[in-house]
């Protein structure tokens, strides 16, 4: 798989069929982020409270392999919002995680369209949703490019729609790794784009963001399963984990992240929502 290209151009390469070996190993340990998320907040009340009528419209920006609503169906979502229909645009670049996250979907959501596109991109007619949630989803937009796709996510909301980002803070181990894998194998990658720099957009959007930070450590036992995770993390797995153990600022990151049971990072993530003024 090419280590080469921008930070979203590997994450572009990654999240394919090839890239299925390390998307699995990732979730290993990143299925608790969707656990947290979900536990987060009442997530029923914000579809039910957002509905015309009896259908509530999702913009799912970055879909991804569909672990969000997958953890919220897991989670009871169909009881939780009665007789509410819930009709989902996925939208993401990748025609295989268009493709993963239509195949999990089940009631209450319905899919309604699909968008093969970078946020930024999404074509000036889609819009009019009653939701639209990016949910870690938006680290390979680049920090310069982060403003533009947040403002088309905002303005695709209808006035007094329900928008919801989570996304990890610069403490946070997905931003701290990535900050220690340029630093030590790739100088030119360029960054991780952090929560500040979301709620930022989100305010230059003409929104008032609000924020709940959640916090929790992930980890596993078997070592080969910690390196493609590692790995996934950064879009390159080209660097076996005893390089990472050993060289630069990624050796000194991991050799304190090491317990009992094997690796533990710690995830520190927001949950920014919002409300489209009217
Ligand atoms: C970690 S996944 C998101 C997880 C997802 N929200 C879920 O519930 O499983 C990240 C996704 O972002 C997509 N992506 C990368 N750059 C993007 C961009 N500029 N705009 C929208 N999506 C992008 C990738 O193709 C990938 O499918």
Do not use: N
Request: net charge negative; charged share 25%.
């Amino acid at each position: 798989m090419p280590q080469q290209g921008t930070t979203e151009e590997r994450s572009l390469a990654h999240w394919a069929e090839e890239g299925r070996a390390g998307m699995e190993a990732f979730y290993a340990l990143a299925t608790e982020d969707y656990r947290q998320m979900v536990a987060a907040r009442d997530w029923a009340a914000d579809l039910r409270g957002h509905a015309r009528d009896t259908t509530t419209t999702v913009l799912d920006v970055a879909c991804g392999s569909g672990k969000f609503p997958a953890e919220l169906q897991r989670r009871g979502l169909a009881t939780a919002v009665g007789d509410l229909r819930v009709e989902i645009d996925l939208l993401d670049p990748s025609s295989f995680s268009l493709a993963e996250a239509r195949s999990v979907l089940a009631a209450p959501f319905a899919v309604r369209a699909e968008h093969e596109v970078r946020i930024q991109d999404l074509p000036a007619e889609v819009g009019d949703f009653d939701v639209a949630w990016a949910t870690h989803a938006l680290y390979a937009v680049p920090p310069t490019e982060i403003g533009a796709g947040i403002a088309r996510m905002v303005a695709a909301q209808r006035p007094g729609g329900f928008g919801a980002i989570v996304h990890a803070a610069p403490a946070s181990h997905y931003l701290r790794f990535a900050d220690a894998y340029r630093g030590t194998f790739a100088p030119d990658a360029v960054p991780f784009t952090s929560s500040e720099q979301v709620r930022e957009a989100l305010v230059a959007a003409g929104v008032e963001p609000a924020v709940a930070t959640i916090r929790y450590d992930v980890g596993h036992p078997d070592r080969r399963v910690v390196e493609g995770f590692l790995q996934r993390c950064v879009f390159d797995d080209s660097i076996p984990l005893e390089r990472m153990e050993t060289e630069g600022a990624v050796g000194e990151y991991l050799a304190g992240r090491q317990g009992d049971d094997g690796y533990r990072f710690t995830q520190v993530v927001d949950v920014i929502t919002w409300e489209r003024p009217t």
